[in-house]
C-alpha cells in the first residue's frame, strides 16, 4: 500500500513537472459571439465558430500542452443581448477571449466590458473604425477591416473614374454613421461632392422609397452604408426600380462574397468592393476554403472567417510565448509586439492603436459568363499595400497613441 | 415644382404610391388574421412562417420543377393551405373552447419551430427569386419609375381583398361561415359540416397568407425571417383595424401602407415604430379598433 501511493504520488508530481504554464482554470476559453440567425449570419455565424476550431487544431494547441476549449453565442445584433453574454462569460464561465463580433453597436458595448474585465477582445466582424479610434483600449485589437479601410478602398476607385456626387443610404446605427463619415471624408477629399442622406431602420426590409429619394436627388453615386441582407435588399430593388438604367451607379460600401452568393451574378455584376480577403488568392487560401466548406454546408468562407482564423492563431501564439493567460492588457501587448504570420493573411503586424495591419483589395464582381463556377465571383481591380490601406496611426485620436 | 411642407410634390406621389405598394402586402395578410380570427376566434401567429413558406413554395416550384410564377401563384397557396389543415386538424382542433391564450402559445410555437428548420437548412441570407418576364420593366409616370412588377401586386392584391370580403360578407357560403362562427351547435342541426368547414376556413386564411409570400418572393429576399419582421407590424394593423373585421383590415391595410410611407419622407428613422404609436393611440380611444365591434 505505502508502495503504492509513493508511486502514484511519484506520477503525480512527475505530470506536474511537465505543466509549466499557467492558465487561469487550466484552460484556455475562446468565447466566439456573433449574429447566428439574423441579418450577419452568413458572414459570420456558425462559420466563425468553425474557423476558430480549424485555428486551435492547425495551431497544435493540444501537441503544446494547451488545454483550448472554443463556446459560441448569439447576441442577435443587440448591444443589450451581446453585454449580457459577454458578462456572464467572463464573470460566470471564466471566458479568456471574446472574438467576432459584427455589429459594430454591440462590439463597442463588448470593448468597454472587456476593458473593465482585462481580458482580450479580437474583432473581425465588426466595422466602425473607432474601435480604433477614440473608443481605443489596452484590450482590443481591430483585426479584418474597417470602415476607414473600405472608404479609403471603395470610394477613392470610384470618385477617381468620375462618380463625384454622392447620396448616401444609411443603417441607422454606430456601423452606417460610422461608414457614411469615413466614405464622405473621402469623396470630399478628393473633390466630390455629398449631395444628400438618407437613414434607414436597421435591419430594414423595404428600401423603395429610400430608393426613390436617391433617384430624385439625381447623384451619380448611391452609396450604401448598410451590410448582410440590408446590402443585398438594397441592390435588388434598384435593380427593379431602374437606378443603373437611370444612369445612376451603386457603390456597396461593405459586401462580402456571401452577399454576392445572395444575389446572383446576373444582379451583382460589375459591383466594386473592398474586402480583406478572398479565397481564391492563392492556394493556401483555396486550400482552407475546401477544408472550410466541407464543414460548413458548401458555404464559403468569407473574410470575417478568415480573420477569426487568423486572430485565434495569432493569440495562441502569444499565450504560448507569455506561458499566461490571465492579465488580457499583457496579452494584447504580447500580440503587438509579435508579428503575426498565419497562411490566410502572411505576413503582418498590430499597431499600437490596436489595428491589424495587412493589404486590402479592390474586387470587382465578374459577369456570369465569366465565372467558373459557384463562389467563383470577383477578379481583382487593384491590391492596396499595408502601409495605404489603413488609417495613419496619428489620425484616429486614440488614446494609446503617444504623440 | 410645388413643394408641400418642403418636400417635392413629386417626391410626395412617389412615395404615397410606393405607400400603396407596401400597404397591399399589410392588407392581404391582415385579411389572412382577420378571417382566421374573425370566425374561428384563433390568434394566428404562425402567419409570418406561411407567408414565409408561400414564398420558399414558390423557389422550390421554380428550381426542382421548372413552373414559373404564375403556377406559384396558384400552386403555392395550395400547398401551404394543405400544411394549414394538418395543423388545424393535429392541433388547434382541440384549443376553441379553451381561451385564446393558448391558441396564440401554440401557432407562436410553431412560427418558432417552422422558422429553425428553415433557417437551420437554407441559412439566412436569402435565395434569389427573378422577377416574372411579362411583369419587367417599368412605366414612367413622370413624377415617378414604377416597375410594372410593383403595379401588379397593388392591382391584385386589391382585388383579392375584395373578393375575398365579397365571398365572406354577401355569399351564401359566407353567411353559413359566420353563422358557424357564432352558433356551431345550430349550425350543426341544419345539416352543415361545421368542424369540415372550420378546417378549410383556415387553410383559406394561410392560402392568403402564402399568396403575399409568393408576391414577395420576386421583390423582397426569400429568407427564412422575412415573415418574423413582417407580422408583427401585421398584427399591429389587425388590432388597429379591428381584430374580427374584414373590411377593416383591408382599408387598414392599405391606409397604414401609405401613412408609413409619408413618414419614410419626412421622418425616415421613425418609419419602423409609427404604427406602433398609432395602434397605441387607437387603443386608447378606441379599444375594439377602427372598424370592430366591441365583444
Not at chain 2, 141 to 163: D, E, H, K, Q, T
Not at chain 2, 183 to 191: D, Q, S
Request: charge should be neutral.
Amino acid at each position: 500500500m505505502k508502495r503504492f501511493i509513493g508511486f502514484t504520488a511519484l506520477a503525480v508530481a512527475l505530470s506536474c513537472a511537465t505543466a509549466q504554464a499557467q492558465w487561469s482554470d487550466g484552460v484556455i476559453k475562446i468565447g466566439v459571439m456573433n449574429d447566428m440567425s439574423g441579418t450577419y449570419a452568413d458572414l459570420s455565424g456558425p462559420g466563425s465558430v468553425l474557423a476558430a476550431r480549424m485555428a486551435v487544431e492547425d495551431f497544435g494547441a493540444e501537441k503544446k500542452g494547451m488545454k483550448v476549449e472554443i463556446v459560441g453565442a448569439d447576441h442577435q445584433n443587440k448591444p443589450d443581448i451581446g453585454s449580457n453574454v459577454v458578462r456572464t462569460w467572463i464573470d460566470v464561465d471564466k471566458v479568456d477571449v471574446i472574438v467576432d463580433v459584427p455589429t459594430s453597436s454591440v462590439a463597442l458595448a463588448v470593448n468597454q466590458i472587456v476593458k473593465d474585465k482585462n481580458k482580450v477582445f479580437l474583432v473581425s466582424g465588426a466595422a466602425a473604425s473607432d474601435l480604433t479610434g477614440k473608443a481605443c483600449t489596452p484590450n482590443t485589437i481591430h483585426w479584418t477591416y474597417d470602415t476607414w479601410a473600405l472608404a479609403n478602398g471603395t470610394g477613392n476607385a470610384i470618385v477617381k473614374t468620375g462618380g463625384d456626387s454622392w447620396f448616401f443610404l444609411t443603417a441607422d446605427y454606430a456601423f452606417g454613421h460610422a461608414l457614411e463619415r469615413d466614405t464622405a471624408a473621402v469623396v470630399e477629399k478628393n473633390g466630390g461632392k455629398v449631395v444628400g442622406k438618407v437613414r434607414h431602420p436597421f435591419p430594414g426590409t423595404d428600401f423603395s422609397s429610400f430608393l426613390l429619394q436617391a433617384q430624385t436627388s439625381k447623384a451619380k453615386i448611391i452609396g450604401l452604408a448598410n451590410a448582410g441582407s440590408d446590402t443585398i435588399n438594397s441592390i435588388k430593388q434598384a435593380s427593379e426600380f431602374g437606378i443603373v438604367q437611370g444612369g445612376q451607379n451603386l457603390a456597396a460600401l461593405l459586401a462580402f462574397i456571401t452577399d454576392v452568393h445572395a444575389l446572383g451574378l446576373k444582379t451583382a455584376q460589375g459591383l466594386i468592393m473592398t474586402e480583406a480577403w478572398y479565397w481564391d488568392l492563392n492556394d493556401a487560401n483555396r486550400e482552407f476554403a475546401k477544408k472550410f466548406s466541407a464543414q460548413n454546408k458548401g458555404v464559403y468562407p468569407s473574410m470575417v472567417h478568415a480573420g477569426v482564423y487568423s486572430a485565434v492563431t495569432h493569440y495562441l501564439k502569444a499565450l504560448e510565448a507569455l506561458k499566461s493567460d490571465a492579465d488580457g492588457a499583457a496579452v494584447v501587448k504580447k500580440m503587438k509586439e509579435i508579428p503575426t504570420e498565419d497562411k490566410l493573411f502572411g505576413k503582418g503586424e498590430v499597431r499600437a492603436d490596436g489595428r491589424k495591419i495587412h493589404p486590402m483589395y479592390l474586387f470587382e464582381v465578374k459577369k456570369p459568363e465569366e465565372s467558373k463556377g459557384a463562389w467563383d465571383y470577383y477578379k481583382v481591380r487593384a491590391t492596396i499595400p499595408a502601409d495605404q490601406a489603413f488609417r495613419p496611426l496619428k489620425d484616429g485620436g486614440c488614446p494609446l497613441v503617444s504623440n | 415644382m410645388i413643394e408641400i411642407f418642403g418636400v417635392p410634390s413629386q417626391a410626395l406621389f412617389g412615395q404615397l404610391l410606393l405607400g400603396l405598394i407596401n400597404g397591399s402586402f399589410y392588407a392581404l395578410l391582415s385579411l389572412g388574421l382577420a378571417v382566421i380570427f374573425g370566425l374561428l376566434n384563433i390568434i394566428n401567429f404562425t402567419h409570418g412562417a406561411q407567408y414565409m413558406m408561400g414564398a420558399f413554395a414558390a423557389f422550390f416550384l421554380l428550381n426542382y420543377f421548372g413552373l414559373n410564377y404564375w403556377f406559384a401563384l396558384v400552386l403555392a397557396p395550395v400547398i401551404v393551405a394543405a400544411t394549414g389543415v394538418v395543423i388545424e386538424r393535429l392541433f388547434l382542433r382541440h384549443l376553441y373552447h379553451l381561451d385564446h391564450l393558448y391558441g396564440l402559445l401554440l401557432t407562436f410555437g410553431l412560427a418558432l419551430i417552422i422558422q429553425g428548420l428553415f433557417r437551420n437548412q437554407f441559412g439566412s441570407s436569402g435565395l434569389p427569386y427573378p422577377i416574372p418576364d411579362s411583369l419587367r420593366g417599368g412605366q414612367n409616370l413622370g413624377f415617378m419609375f414604377l416597375p410594372n412588377y410593383r403595379g401588379w401586386v397593388v392591382i391584385f392584391s386589391l382585388a383579392v381583398c375584395i373578393a375575398t370580403w365579397f365571398v365572406i360578407e354577401r355569399t351564401r357560403l359566407g353567411a353559413y361561415l359566420r353563422a358557424a362562427t357564432e352558433n356551431p351547435a345550430l349550425v350543426r342541426a341544419f345539416g352543415i359540416n361545421v368542424p369540415r368547414m372550420i378546417t378549410l376556413t383556415y387553410a383559406f386564411g394561410v392560402g392568403l397568407a402564402a399568396l403575399a409570400g409568393v408576391m414577395a418572393a420576386p421583390i423582397y429576399n426569400v429568407n427564412p425571417l422575412m415573415g418574423a419582421d413582417l407580422i408583427i407590424v401585421v398584427f399591429a394593423v389587425v388590432v388597429i383595424g379591428g381584430m374580427g373585421s374584414i373590411m377593416g383590415a383591408i382599408v387598414t391595410g392599405f391606409t397604414l401602407g401609405i401613412v408609413e410611407g409619408l413618414t419614410k419622407v419626412f421622418f425616415p428613422e421613425a418609419s419602423n415604430t409609427v404604427i406602433f404609436v398609432i395602434m397605441v393611440i387607437v387603443l386608447l380611444l378606441r379599444p375594439a379598433g377602427l372598424f370592430g365591434r366591441a365583444a
